[in-house]
């Protein structure tokens, strides 16, 4: 299996409302200025019908992994 790694900014996050976005990089919710990166690492894949997978792996915001599973598109052979 091929590994997958993705790293937001999150000082990046912008909703178009100045004020929430404001909000969600203090400390109430992600807390931007301790932990300025939200990162996901693959850990598996498994099934989820023809064609089409799940990955599974740890989302980390605010410093904290949690296990999280993203069913990306169909795989497509017209590329």
């Known amino acids: 299996?091929?590994?997958?790694a993705a790293e937001i900014v999150a000082a990046s996050i912008d909703t178009g409302s100045r004020m929430r976005d404001d909000?969600?990089?203090?400390?109430?919710?992600?807390d931007v200025p301790a932990h300025p990166v939200i990162a996901y690492r693959s850990t598996g894949l498994s099934p989820a019908g023809p064609d089409r997978w799940t990955v599974?792996?740890?989302?980390?915001?605010r410093g904290v992994p949690r296990r999280h599973a993203a069913a990306p598109g169909g795989l497509r052979?017209?590329?």
């Open 56 to 61: 599974h792996g740890p989302l980390t915001a």
């Open 23 to 30: 909000h969600l990089r203090s400390a109430d919710f992600l």
């Open 77 to 79: 052979d017209d590329l």
């Open 1 to 4: 299996m091929s590994a997958s």
